[in-house]
Antibody, heavy 118, light 109 residues
Framework: QVQLVESGGGVVQPGRSLRLSCAAS????????MFWVRQAPGKGLEWVAV????????YYADSVKGRFTISRDNSNNTLYLQMNSLRTEDTAVYYC???????????WGQGTLVTVSS | EIVMTQSPATLSVSPGERATLSCRAS??????LAWYQQKPGQAPRLLIY???TRATGIPARFSGSGSGTDFTLTISSLQSEDFALYYC???????????FGQGTKLEIK
């Protein structure tokens, strides 16, 4: 069965960095695009970044462009989100998800909480 | 950027009744629309893709319709487990921007 397990969240001060990981299993990871979506406390879903199955294309929401970097290691079935210059408004639960045809997400992880606070 | 607007923000319906949720796009997204269900403390769950195709394992009481800018998610006979938050998401934009609606909370009347 498909499993996506996020890790790396925690409390961090504004301006600092954090790297999230998403360990994938139960499917051929290297064949699927992946994205990160976040959800601020009590708020809706916000797409963050997407990466193509082979890492050849990456796209970002304007709110994180230039600060966050999505990457993947297909040999280790792991997706990453490097988050730099963190702001208080980046506080959210971050979900990784498996995409179908780089369109919609058919499986989601349980999320990891990132809190940016001084 | 395509903006997705869901209505109503909150919908109160009795168990066994029909619920109709709406999602409108600021420009045409063809049929490139998905619906997700989210319960408190849980990750979203895919319900519908391609505007009207049920995802694997989704009960037949869930149905999606629409194309272009106006979409509807209908739950024909509400069960207790259906009371949750529902989000629409478009995937028509290029370069890709997977915009979500702000959500509709379906609550027990």
């Amino acid at each position: 069965q498909v499993q996506l397990v996020e890790s790396g969240g925690g409390v961090v001060q504004p301006g600092r960095s954090l790297r999230l990981s998403c360990a994938a299993s139960g499917f051929t990871f290297r064949s699927y695009g992946m994205f990160w979506v976040r959800q601020a406390p009590g708020k809706g879903l916000e797409w963050v970044a997407v990466i193509w199955y082979d890492g050849s294309n990456k796209y970002y929401a304007d709110s994180v462009k230039g600060r966050f970097t999505i990457s993947r290691d297909n040999s280790n079935n792991t997706l990453y989100l490097q988050m730099n210059s963190l702001r208080t408004e980046d506080t959210a639960v971050y979900y990784c998800a498996k995409l179908v045809e780089a369109d919609y997400a058919d499986y989601w992880g349980q999320g990891t909480l990132v809190t940016v606070s001084s | 950027e395509i903006v997705m607007t869901q209505s109503p923000a909150t919908l109160s319906v009795s168990p066994g009744e029909r619920a109709t949720l709406s999602c409108r796009a600021s420009q045409s997204v063809s049929s490139n629309l998905a619906w997700y269900q989210q319960k408190p403390g849980q990750a979203p769950r895919l319900l519908i893709y391609g505007a009207s195709t049920r995802a694997t394992g989704i009960p037949a009481r869930f149905s999606g319709s629409g194309s272009g800018t106006d979409f509807t998610l209908t739950i024909s006979s509400l069960q207790s487990e259906d009371f949750a938050l529902y989000y629409c998401q478009q995937y028509n934009d290029w370069p890709p921007e997977y915009t979500f609606g702000q959500g509709t909370k379906l609550e027990i009347k």
